[in-house]
């Protein structure tokens, strides 16, 4: 136990809680030794008279203590519960907060993806639409006739396929 | 350490009913109650002299002990635990006392420091027979001299000499260092064997 001032080696010296070096060089500073130990003595003494007239206080009532503590308990967390109820269970401000910018989040990101679907490159650049189809099945039972249209290009294209004669009404003038 | 522990309760851990406590059974608590309600009382009584006071106080002590039981973790014994709460509010109450009494019990500053640490204690010139004493007076006596230690001080020489408390224990329910545990008991002590010399010699 290290101590340093005159008060604590002396508490300690009266508790005998000094041991060997410690206890050797206290005893040793003393003054009058006789005297230093006669305090000691009348210090336990001290010590034995408080612990035997301090110690058993009676508690009257005991049982009435413990009632009343009961009661004070249950009626405090009953004045505290209403506090409780009132609060919001799960919708606190900050999750408000983070569920609303997570909604947002999550809707900006849907937008751009819609946005930036783009044709792939395997698609015709016309964007075509078969706008119509005639062929004689008697004359051309193989033939088929597709007219593709490219909007951007304003640019309109008969494709004939298998023809083995061209109708007259379409022959070009 | 005295408590009113029956073996059928002795049964029951102590660290089974803090933990039931934890959990928010009272009943749990109830048995702890049961088992330092004297002690608590009888510490309490001893700092403060009166027994409605002393009754309130330890009340008090109970229900905060019961409203942060769930933050205790168990690296001190429960009752040092205890002691430290019972101590917050005896020790906060003596204070608030001394304020509206305007200081006349104790104080610290001028009584205690009268004492000079290398002094020996010396009989009081009115020594009283202890044959023509009776037990009252002498209860009497000993809370006088208490009462004009301040707060620390008085639950310092409790501790230490009703509850053969620990220098260590002592300053963790009080809060402090060891060596303030220690000061304290020192100049305690010379103050009560100035005042008692008389009373403790011939009993």
């Known amino acids: 136990m290290f101590m340093k001032t005159f008060e604590e080696k002396w508490t300690a010296w009266v508790d005998d809680q000094l041991t060997g070096r410690e206890l050797a060089e206290f005893e040793a500073s003393l003054p009058d030794q006789a005297a230093a130990l006669a305090e000691k003595n009348s210090a336990r003494q001290l010590g034995t008279f408080l612990k035997e007239q301090l110690a058993a206080v009676p508690m009257g009532n005991a049982d009435f203590f413990s009632h009343q503590l009961s009661e004070r308990i249950v009626r405090d967390e009953r004045a505290a519960a209403p506090a409780r109820s009132d609060s919001p269970s799960w919708w606190t401000i900050p999750r408000l907060f983070w569920t609303g910018a997570t909604s947002l989040a999550i809707f900006v990101v849907c937008a751009v993806m819609v946005i930036n679907i783009r044709p792939t490159a395997d698609h015709s650049q016309y964007l075509t639409q078969i706008l119509n189809a005639r062929v004689d099945p008697t004359l051309s039972p193989n033939a088929t006739v597709s007219i593709f249209e490219s909007k951007e290009d304003k640019v309109t294209v008969l494709w004939v396929d298998g023809l083995k004669s061209l109708p007259s009404e379409f022959a070009s003038k | ?203």
């Open chain 2, 1 to 203: 350490m005295h408590t009113e522990a029956t073996p059928a309760q002795a049964d029951v851990s102590e660290f089974d009913l803090i933990k039931r406590c934890q959990a928010g059974e009272t009943a749990a608590f109830d048995e702890l109650v049961t088992r330092y309600r004297t002690r608590i009382f009888g510490m309490i009584y001893n700092m403060v002299h009166n027994e409605q006071d002393a009754w309130d106080l330890a009340q008090d002590s109970f229900v905060k002990a019961w409203k942060s039981i769930g933050r205790f973790q168990g690296k001190s014994s429960f009752y040092t635990w205890m002691y430290r709460i019972v101590m917050n509010v005896t020790i906060d109450w003596l204070r608030k006392k001394q304020v509206k009494g305007g200081g006349t019990e104790f104080d610290d500053a001028v009584q205690l420091k009268e004492v000079d640490p290398a002094s020996k204690t010396l009989p009081r010139a009115e020594a009283m027979p202890h044959e023509h004493m009776e037990h009252g007076e002498i209860r009497a006596r000993i809370d006088k001299a208490i009462s004009q230690l301040s707060p620390e001080h008085r639950a310092v020489v409790l501790m230490k000499e009703t509850e053969d408390m620990q220098y260590h224990e002592i300053a963790e329910s009080l809060g402090c260092s060891i060596g303030t545990v220690m000061s304290r008991l020192f100049y305690a002590r010379k103050k009560l064997q100035n005042l008692l010399r008389d009373v403790y010699e011939n009993v």
